[in-house]
């Protein structure tokens, strides 16, 4: 995907009504006695909310369904929900278009069943994180709504209008990331106003301070409502060159909207967004919680930077490249988990999430796609860092695209269809068992079910003890008991196997040995025992016939081997 495609996933928050309630965090506190934080030790998990759990069977999940699974969340291992964007809107673009910050879409319930959602999450000991769209607003937000009606409006510089370069030019070549011009004429006022995603999310105006401080208002509202963090959608994008310079073409030819690809260089990833994120990072300090960024970013060095200086932006931002390796090479990943270890802030990592197709796909052969499922995990979560999970990950779910233009319900694809057929594929309903519907609902979903629910559901896999999902539970099980895991440095070895990625972490005297056998074929790797100092290793989890023996592990055709040194 090009850097202009990746951002078109975006979108807003705020409003103003309800006062606190009770369930703030307080001042940041330490999980051990040697300082970490409580997000270094946390699974975080992805919830798409018209997709988890729909508890009234209108079709659509909903926040009552999801606390409805907190139980299964907490024997999963899941210590904090990523809940995607449950506010009013329009739905133009399912929630990322919010039309008030400060309340709960009526399709999702009610402010009382957030408030129970939290209440319940925290008997638990599950923290909850919310996506806030920073961006722009939906074109109903109030703020919106009184900024178009005049040039006097009161909320007219809240957003960005110029006039045009003349009759029906707009006022640059900027093209949004959801095809056709950046900017709408409004007959109203007689001026264009800029949408970097689609006509009806335009952007907010961050270099106006009365629009900071009513974000940063909506930040400290959600926390004393119990909210632990943000996933800060499309970041990179709050800021605009002032001057509205065109931007290069970075080649010829068009995209799959039919726009020209441009160089988004005087619209996104400006300096200033620095200053913002830091703002926002003082507010989130106050109540111990934690920011994830939608980082899009060209290489880690440019990934660095969101965290600022002396760690004083985003606690936790998004490592994309990662997922931008869709193949299992050992090699292209050894690369990358070197190079984010060696920024200057806490690693995360994701390999799924709501706009991109799910890791089962990406990865999978077609023939050993569970197995491959395990390998992936067993990678991203025994790495040094954070994961972030995606609902449905853990029971092995697909990916199924609509096959029509008909069936799209994603704007995206309805769009771009057949070159862009949308994110529908990846926001299937999550599948609980092998009733109608998987057990999603008892009405028809919003989106289909696909057909491996009968096979892939927790239902069954809870039964298996050889799943996809029972290998997560062990997986999570061990990551929160062993401190080597939490902790530890990261140390490959063997770099020059192109077959299997293999890696030690390293905490005081203590090893664990991590082997991923990448092929289809037997393998077998030395460990390099005593070059580490350590003299033997036992099993902690592993795959089929994955052993280890002495300074040698023996692995099957995409085996795991998870191992305990000893001095």
Not at 280 to 305: C, F, H, M, P, S
Request: charged share 25%.
């Amino acid at each position: 995907m090009n850097k202009a495609i990746v951002w078109m996933f975006a979108l807003v928050l705020y409003s103003g009504l309800f006062g606190p309630i009770a369930y703030a965090q307080g001042p940041a506190q330490a999980v051990d006695q040697e300082g970490h934080p409580w997000w270094q030790h946390a699974v975080f998990y992805e919830i798409y909310p018209r997709s988890f759990a729909d508890s009234n069977n209108d079709g659509v999940g909903d926040l009552k369904g999801i606390a409805s699974k907190l139980d299964y969340l907490k024997d999963l291992g899941v210590d904090a929900i990523w809940i995607s964007p449950c506010f009013p809107s329009p739905q133009v673009d399912f929630g990322y278009d919010v039309s008030d910050y400060e309340n709960i879409d009526p399709m999702y319930g009610t402010l009382a069943d957030f408030d129970f959602l939290a209440a319940e999450a925290k008997k638990r000991n599950i923290r909850i994180i919310l996506d806030f769209v920073v961006n722009h607003t939906s074109d109903q937000h109030k703020w919106f709504l009184d900024s178009k009606s005049s040039r006097t409006s009161a909320h007219r510089d809240w957003y960005i209008w110029r006039d045009g370069k003349g009759p029906g030019q707009p006022p640059n070549n900027w093209v949004s990331a959801f095809g056709g011009s950046a900017w709408k004429l409004d007959p109203t006022t007689n001026q264009y106003y800029y949408h970097y995603f689609y006509p009806e999310q335009p952007d907010l105006n961050w270099r106006n301070p009365a629009v900071k401080n009513a974000m940063f208002g909506v930040e400290s509202w959600w926390y004393k409502r119990g909210v632990s963090g943000f996933r800060l959608d499309a970041v990179g994008t709050l800021f605009e060159d002032p001057n509205l310079r065109d931007n290069p073409i970075r080649k010829p030819g068009i995209n799959a909207f039919g726009d020209p690809f441009e160089d988004n260089k005087n619209n996104t990833e400006l300096p200033e967004v620095h200053d913002i994120l830091r703002g926002l990072r003082k507010v989130a300090d106050q109540y111990d919680a934690v920011l994830i960024g939608e980082t899009w970013t060209a290489d880690v060095a440019e990934l660095n930077q969101y965290y600022g200086q002396g760690n004083n932006e985003l606690q936790l931002p998004m490592d994309f490249l990662f997922t931008m390796i869709n193949k299992l090479s050992p090699a292209e990943f050894r690369k990358q988990i070197a190079a984010v270890n060696g920024a200057s802030g806490w690693p995360t990592y994701v390999i799924s999430n709501h706009d991109i197709a799910r890791s089962y796909d990406r990865y999978g052969d077609g023939e050993h796609n569970d197995q491959i499922a395990k390998l992936m995990a067993a990678l991203y979560l025994t790495l040094r860092g954070t994961p972030i999970m995606y609902y449905g990950e853990e029971i092995a779910m697909k990916t199924t695209p609509p096959t029509s233009q008909e069936e799209v319900k994603d704007p995206i694809g309805r769009k771009g269809w057949p070159k862009e057929k949308g994110r529908d594929g990846e926001r299937t309903p999550m599948q609980w068992d092998d009733r109608a519907n998987a057990g999603f609902s008892t009405a028809k979903p919003w989106l289909p079910v696909p057909p491996t629910y009968k096979t892939h559901n927790v239902a069954e896999e809870s039964k298996d003890p050889n799943s996809v999902l029972e290998f997560y539970k062990k997986l999570l099980k061990l990551r929160h008991e062993n401190t080597v895991l939490l902790e530890g440095s990261y140390q490959a070895v063997n770099e020059s196997d192109n077959n299997v990625l293999s890696y030690l972490r390293i905490y005081k005297d203590r090893g664990v040995v991590v082997a991923l056998n990448m092929t289809n074929t037997p393998r077998k790797i030395r460990i390099g025992l005593r070059r580490n100092n350590f003299t033997s290793v036992k099993s902690l989890l592993a795959t089929g016939q994955s052993t280890g023996n002495g300074d040698e592990v023996s692995l099957e055709p995409y085996g795991v081997f998870i191992g305990e040194l000893s001095k």
